[in-house]
């Protein structure tokens, strides 16, 4: 029940995450007379309400990507999490009223591939609540 839980939340987590990308994307193509990848741009864009809640949105899909790490893995929860593309193409060609082409349907699929193949090689597990020290000193020594 617990895997249940968190597969569903991570999946609710990607769906918001996904439609909060296209949402925040919108909202910036708007903004004109501002330069791109300024602090102007991101003044104007706190001006706006949409982008807010865009950004918003955001921040709850991360709330409920928290939910899906306290029932289950992050090895588990991350790999669905990150599916949100799947969501985010189909919106963004539904926004511009285009049908999602082949390259696409490709992107989807490769996506879903990636993410199979990963957790096939690398199935979730609990792991160490509590690694030693031992376990510590290479991930010290390569952030040192």
Not at 39 to 58: Q, Y
Not at 106 to 116: P, S
Request: overall charge positive.
């Amino acid at each position: 029940m617990r895997t249940a839980i968190s597969v569903l939340t991570a999946a609710a987590a990607a769906f918001l995450f996904g439609i909060s990308s296209v949402l925040q994307q919108a909202e910036a193509s708007g903004v004109r007379d501002a330069p791109m990848l300024r602090l102007g741009l991101l003044r104007r864009l706190a001006r706006r309400r949409r982008w807010l809640g865009a950004v918003g949105l955001a921040g709850i899909s991360f709330g409920v990507q928290a939910v899906a790490l306290a029932f289950g893995p992050i090895a588990l929860v991350q790999p669905i999490a990150a599916t949100d593309l799947l969501f985010a193409l189909p919106f963004l060609a539904r926004r511009r009223h285009r049908r999602l082409g082949a390259t696409g349907w490709l992107g989807a699929g490769l996506v879903v591939g990636g993410i199979a193949g990963f957790l096939a090689v690398a199935p979730p597990s609990a792991g160490e609540a509590s690694p030693s020290l031992e376990r510590w000193l290479p991930v010290l020594a390569a952030v040192a």
